[in-house]
């Protein structure tokens, strides 16, 4: 299940129109100040959480089709409560910046970020304590001095998604997808109880499975016998001991909602005394799993983010598809299904 939320709904429609449909190179005379305007996107329920979200334009040296280096910054500001941004440009031409474009030609491209600036420096800096939340992949902000080919000369949006470069007017809005969010998920649901208190723990999913498992526990909970409701929003950071790391994806941990017996009565899981059963919570027929994945502090684990449809931090899983939750309230999951 994928539910959409676009966070730009009060701006105008992405304008299509081609670069000279507006003046936006520099000494255009306009009065308006010239901007790179875009909004952010998000398929998961997950929030906005960070000390400072910012969004910035960064120089981009593009080496190969999958290959980028980053520059230095040309503009940053404060990221608002609606997702919507539009930068303001500088009014002289960024002559230091000036390189070889991968199509050809000479000029400067810039990648919007969005990103918790966790040290309120007012930089966007790889590989620091900077927190990634997205980038745009489809649509820079591209800057010529002079016309070349279909490129304008001034600012301009360049988008990525067709083989031969496309360059439109600088009202065209660029997409920001956020899978670098700070998710904490909530689950409430509702056990039936039968003989023993059962309760539900979430545990290492090697465990049932191929790997060498951890001892790791994310959360568990033994609802009281009248109701047999739980409410959790996991927050707890995995042991290094828990983490997968395979080559084709982002490190991650995955977790299986087990459904116990508590036999010591003590309300919460103890190894080697309480008693596991073959169950685990399900929806609709699906195993419910668990799953986090750090925030990244790179483009490159952004990317990886971004290629997987990963949302960074603790999700809900079904059938190994982030699942939201935060709309559920009181889901029956009975005594559990089988594994």
């Not at 966007?124 to 070349?148: H, K, M, N, T, V």
Request: glycine share 10%.
């Amino acid at each position: 299940m994928r539910w959409f939320i676009w966070l730009g709904i009060g701006l105008a429609a992405c304008g299509d129109g081609s670069v000279e449909s507006q003046p936006n190179g520099m000494g255009s005379g306009s009065e308006i100040p010239q901007a790179f305007i875009g909004y952010t996107s998000r398929t998961s329920d997950a929030e906005r959480r960070g000390t400072s979200i910012q969004v910035a334009l960064v120089r981009v040296d593009v080496h190969a089709a999958d290959s980028w280096s980053l520059g230095e910054q040309l503009a940053i500001q404060t990221l608002g409560g609606t997702g919507n941004f539009s930068l303001p440009l500088p009014d002289d031409p960024p002559t230091e910046h000036l390189g070889e474009l991968p199509f050809g030609g000479t000029g400067a491209l810039y990648l919007p970020v969005i990103f918790d600036d966790a040290n309120r420096n007012g930089l966007f800096e790889e590989r620091s304590d900077d927190f990634i939340l997205g980038f745009g992949e489809e649509r820079w902000l591209a800057y010529a001095p002079s016309a070349q080919g279909d490129q304008p000369a001034g600012w301009s949006v360049y988008e990525r998604i067709d083989e031969e470069p496309l360059f439109r007017a600088l009202n065209t809005q660029a997409e920001v997808p956020l899978w670098g969010l700070s998710s904490q998920p909530r689950l409430s649901g509702v056990l039936s109880l039968q003989g023993d208190p059962l309760g539900v723990v979430a545990l290492d999913a090697r465990r049932f499975g191929q790997g060498e498992p951890s001892n790791f526990v994310a959360y568990n909970v033994v609802p009281p016998p009248e109701t047999g409701r739980f409410d959790i929003t996991v927050t707890i950071r995995p042991s290094a001991a828990a983490f997968q790391s395979p080559t084709d994806a982002p490190r991650f941990v995955h977790m299986v909602n087990m459904v116990f017996e508590d036999v010591n009565g003590d309300g919460v899981y103890t190894e080697g005394t309480d008693i596991l059963r073959d169950a685990a919570l399900c929806f609709d027929g699906q195993r419910l799993d668990l799953r986090f994945t750090d925030t990244p502090r790179t483009i490159e684990d952004a990317r990886a983010l971004a290629d997987h449809q990963i949302t960074s931090g603790w999700r809900f899983l079904v059938d190994g598809e982030e699942f939201n939750t935060n709309a559920l309230r009181w889901v029956p999951f009975g005594q559990g299904c089988p594994l």
